[in-house]
């Protein structure tokens, strides 16, 4: 892990342009302190990488992330309810708790994430033995606990066993994580074999995550970069794949595209997630316009209208909320296709049928993935 070069050439600095912070995903707000700044204690930072690499712990973890979502201020103990919060608005379901409550694993995985820094005892609270401590979730937890759901979507999705190709598109090879959030897909990534790995992402705190995640887990060859997808800070054919999950549709698509083209070399290869305007209605569906919800509703709704303008007109609207200007919109097969095209681009797989489809993209010329 690192933040210098790895074999990619950069552009030069004056030459990027900042998007607007709100487009970015994961919309972390900003911190005094980043978090690879305040740990200092390499057991924790070590402690966290065993529980990330664990698939049982990563499952406790998301678990975790989904109680504290419910009430940041709650304390858990061995007596946790089970079952995983059930978030109407989030796309990254929250699994059940992995062993029996009152069990010895139970109380061990939780004296794990205190010694990973994550949790800390509930001093306020009067305790027996071991076995009623309750927890609560520490300031370094808040910004990295959410980190382990995404892990575990990760890890269900089985992303090599869906695209056999992956693989081979990245060994020996630099990748670019474009919108890396928390590194969760860099790490992988890097885990296949890919030469260099470069972790963009807007949100100079969401890096400071990132970068400690890759130190817990080890991750070889992955560097870290702040920058925008929309200017990209890499040199033409500067890569030759892409990965970016999520964030096309919260971003001006006709810049973006153009840099996925610029920077891809001859025959490089792409795979993003996008939004279906399944994703939108599910989302509207889920919620009332209730005035807890309602921000999430309107979300929705804009993104079908966004979408349609997009789909039917080749129209980005910029929205403008209390927030901010953001971009927000679905796509479709064909003209998300045409987009493709303008920049080079061409679509070997569209996935069908679901609100986040993956799609392939190469550029040419380049003899086409068979999946």
Same mark, same amino acid.
């Given at each position: 892990?690192?933040?210098?070069?790895?074999?990619?050439?950069?552009?030069?600095?004056?030459?990027?342009?900042?998007?607007?912070?709100?487009?970015?995903?994961?919309?972390?707000?900003?911190?005094?302190?980043?978090?690879?700044?305040?740990?200092?204690?390499?057991?924790?930072?070590?402690?966290?990488?065993?529980?990330?690499?664990?698939?049982?712990?990563?499952?406790?973890?998301? @678990?975790?992330?989904?109680?504290?979502?419910?009430?940041?201020?709650?304390?858990?103990?061995?007596?946790?309810?089970?079952?995983?919060?059930?978030?109407?608005?989030?796309?990254?379901?929250?699994?059940?708790?992995? @062993?029996?409550?009152?069990?010895?694993?139970?109380?061990?995985?939780?004296?794990?994430?205190?010694?990973?820094?994550?949790?800390?005892?509930?001093?306020?609270?009067?305790?027996?033995?071991?076995?009623?401590?309750?927890?609560?979730?520490?300031?370094?937890?808040?910004?990295?606990?959410?980190?382990?759901?995404?892990?575990?979507?990760?890890?269900?999705?089985?992303?090599?066993?869906? &695209?056999?190709?992956?693989?081979?598109?990245?060994?020996?090879?630099?990748?670019?994580?474009?919108?890396?959030?928390?590194?969760? #897909?860099?790490?992988?990534?890097?885990?296949?074999?890919?030469? +260099?790995?470069?972790?963009?992402?807007?949100?100079?705190?969401?890096?400071?995550?990132?970068?400690?995640?890759?130190?817990?887990?080890?991750?070889?060859?992955?560097?870290?970069?702040?920058?925008?997808?929309?200017?990209?800070?890499?040199?033409?054919?500067?890569?030759?794949?892409?990965?970016?999950?999520?964030?096309?549709?919260?971003?001006?698509?006709?810049?973006?595209?153009?840099? &996925?083209?610029?920077?891809?070399?001859?025959?490089?290869?792409?795979?993003?997630?996008?939004?279906?305007?399944?994703?939108?209605?599910?989302?509207?569906?889920?919620?009332?316009?209730?005035?807890?919800?309602?921000?999430?509703?309107? #979300?929705?709704?804009?993104?079908?209208?966004?979408?349609?303008?997009?789909?039917?007109?080749?129209?980005?609207?910029?929205?403008?909320?209390?927030?901010?200007?953001?971009?927000?919109?679905?796509?479709?097969?064909?003209?998300?296709?045409?987009?493709?095209?303008?920049? +080079?681009?061409?679509?070997?797989? @569209?996935?069908?049928?679901?609100?986040?489809? #993956?799609?392939?993209?190469?550029?040419?010329?380049?003899?086409?993935?068979?999946?």
């Amino acid at each position: 892990m690192t933040d210098a070069t790895i074999g990619f050439q950069s552009r030069d600095a004056n030459q990027t342009r900042d998007a607007d912070p709100s487009r970015d995903r994961n919309g972390a707000g900003s911190l005094s302190t980043p978090a690879s700044d305040r740990v200092s204690d390499p057991a924790q930072v070590a402690e966290l990488g065993r529980l990330l690499s664990n698939v049982t712990f990563v499952q406790a973890g998301a @678990w975790l992330a989904g109680f504290f979502r419910r009430d940041s201020h709650a304390s858990v103990g061995t007596d946790l309810a089970i079952p995983g919060y059930r978030d109407p608005c989030s796309d990254v379901p929250i699994p059940d708790w992995p @062993w029996p409550e009152r069990g010895t694993q139970t109380i061990e995985s939780l004296d794990r994430f205190a010694a990973a820094g994550l949790l800390s005892v509930n001093r306020g609270v009067p305790t027996g033995s071991s076995a009623d401590l309750r927890f609560v979730q520490t300031a370094l937890g808040r910004e990295l606990l959410p980190a382990f759901p995404l892990f575990h979507y990760r890890n269900g999705e089985r992303l090599v066993e869906r &695209f056999p190709a992956l693989p081979g598109a990245v060994r020996g090879l630099r990748v670019l994580d474009a919108g890396c959030g928390f590194g969760t #897909y860099s790490v992988f990534l890097a885990s296949l074999g890919a030469a +260099g790995v470069l972790a963009l992402d807007y949100d100079e705190d969401r890096l400071g995550r990132a970068r400690l995640i890759a130190a817990g887990l080890r991750a070889k060859c992955v560097e870290f970069a702040r920058g925008s997808v929309e200017a990209l800070p890499i040199a033409d054919g500067g890569v030759n794949f892409i990965f970016c999950r999520v964030v096309l549709p919260l971003v001006n698509h006709e810049r973006t595209m153009s840099e &996925f083209g610029r920077v891809l070399s001859p025959g490089g290869q792409a795979l993003l997630m996008l939004h279906a305007p399944r994703y939108y209605l599910n989302m509207i569906k889920r919620l009332a316009p209730t005035r807890d919800r309602m921000r999430e509703f309107v #979300y929705g709704l804009l993104g079908l209208a966004g979408g349609a303008a997009f789909d039917l007109f080749g129209r980005e609207p910029r929205w403008r909320l209390i927030s901010g200007p953001f971009h927000l919109l679905y796509e479709r097969a064909g003209s998300f296709g045409r987009l493709a095209a303008r920049h +080079g681009l061409s679509v070997d797989f @569209w996935q069908q049928g679901v609100p986040k489809p #993956y799609v392939w993209l190469r550029r040419s010329p380049a003899v086409p993935a068979v999946f």
